[in-house]
Nanobody
Framework: QVQLVESGGGLVQAGGSLRLSCAAS????????MGWFRQAPGKEREFVGA????????YNVDSVKGRFTISRDNAKNTVYLQMNSLKPEDTAVYYC?????????????????WGQGTQVTVSS
């Protein structure tokens, strides 16, 4: 089992920045791919991005490329999502996820471990 706890959400104006953190505990954190999903009201959960266990590989959905950066610190069992140039359409609950690989995280989300989510609201 992997337990995930997100933090860092909040209210920010368009163009601003936020950094989300996800602290992991339980089975070996460093051997899991870690990532972020988001879900806006009335919409399906969207795969935002992920990072491999080594940190060498990352994935970002097109809508956040150049604005969001995923990183991880295996010594601290923590993964981060740095969000810059935020837009109102980025408003959503952001969920941290853990999986065997980046590919499995996106293809088989039902197999992911999940955090409880943190709200991000971007005002125009």
């Amino acid at each position: 089992q992997v337990q995930l706890v997100e933090s860092g959400g909040g209210l920010v104006q368009a163009g601003g920045s936020l950094r989300l953190s996800c602290a992991a505990s339980g089975r070996s954190f460093s051997r899991n791919a870690m990532g972020w999903f988001r879900q806006a009201p009335g919409k399906e959960r969207e795969f935002v991005g992920a990072i491999s266990w080594s940190g060498e590989s990352t994935y970002n959905v097109d809508s956040v490329k150049g604005r969001f950066t995923i990183s991880r610190d295996n010594a601290k069992n923590t993964v981060y999502l740095q969000m810059n140039s935020l837009k109102p359409e980025d408003t959503a609950v952001y969920y941290c996820a853990a999986a065997f690989s980046i590919q499995s995280m996106g293809v088989m989300p039902r197999e992911n471990y999940w955090g409880q989510g943190t709200q991000v609201t971007v005002s125009s």
